[in-house]
């Protein structure tokens, strides 16, 4: 909650909504009030909602949080997680700047560093392109969507999966013609992987494990799209999800919605390339580049 405030962006313009998964609510108002040291209540921007489900799963609380938000935009953000200071105001800024259906977060982690995903072209940041700028190796939708895209490409976390629930969620963003900008520079979403309760970190068999791929090519979105454009890329997704984990919805921005894209081709010039596994460390792009 702290990070987020310190985003950039003070209330009104932005609102933090606390989800308390099987959780009592009280309790984490207690909390966060007197961690905050704001007197009266919550600190300002910030509400905290319950969800009581039964499910272990992280796909519930941010659904709820999701159809509760009103702002231009939404983030969701796992529990343990953070955002370098002044983030929100210059992803917004990006947003704005770009007029935006998304805004990939540059990601690090705690133990491991960067994260190389999404696989860019060198030098490449805006208007993506869902297969040359690797965006399906990117499952975690970390960052600013505009909350009109949501709602017109109908954008749901899988219910009930422990992990995986944003496969199709992000697939579907991806691909779904709208314009997509990479915040890099632009400040960090930072994953605390050191936390060893993550929900998504635990272990799993296999069945569990990608019981989102099956979900995925058995339902009704992926059967329809082309085969040479977002086909193509769910293997990878499937092969090698990027274990990017995400429990509170953040809103920010004021206005009416606004979506002015038109939908975009997948691809360009004939059959795409399928784009490499990312590499470590920034090693693809110093190799494409050489």
Do not use: K
């Amino acid at each position: 909650m702290e990070s987020v405030l310190r985003g950039g962006l003070g209330p009104p313009r932005i609102r933090v909504t606390v989800v308390c998964h099987n959780l009592d609510a009280a309790v984490i108002e207690q909390r966060l009030t007197a961690r905050s040291g704001a007197t009266g209540g919550l600190p300002d921007g910030v509400r905290v909602l319950e969800l009581h489900d039964g499910i272990r799963s992280p796909a519930g609380p941010f659904n709820h949080g999701l159809d509760r938000a009103s702002a231009r935009f939404v983030s969701i953000m796992g529990s343990d997680d953070t955002v370098d200071p002044g983030t929100y105001a210059a992803w917004l800024a990006i947003a704005d700047a770009h007029h935006s259906s998304a805004v990939v977060a540059a990601v690090r982690t705690t133990m491991t560093g960067r994260v190389p995903t999404p696989a860019v072209r060198p030098g490449h940041t805006r208007d993506l392109d869902p297969i040359r700028d690797g965006l399906a190796y990117r499952t975690a939708p970390l960052g600013l969507v505009r909350r009109s895209e949501v709602e017109r490409l109908g954008l749901r976390l899988t219910d009930g999966l422990p992990s995986g629930e944003d496969q199709e969620f992000s697939a579907r963003l991806w691909f779904g013609g709208g314009r997509i900008d990479y915040a890099a520079g632009a400040g960090d979403y930072v994953v605390h992987d050191d936390q060893a309760d993550r929900v998504t970190a635990a272990p799993y068999d296999l069945e569990t494990r990608f019981r989102f791929a099956t979900l995925l090519v058995s339902g009704e979105w992926f059967p329809r799209q082309d085969r040479r454009g977002t086909r193509d890329q769910a293997p990878a997704g499937a092969r090698r999800p990027d274990g990017d984990c995400t429990g509170w919805v953040g809103g920010m921005g004021a206005g009416p919605a606004a979506y002015g894209q038109g939908h975009r081709r997948h691809h360009r010039g004939g059959r795409p390339r399928r784009p490499r596994l990312p590499l470590p460390g920034g090693a693809q792009d110093r190799r494409r580049a050489a």
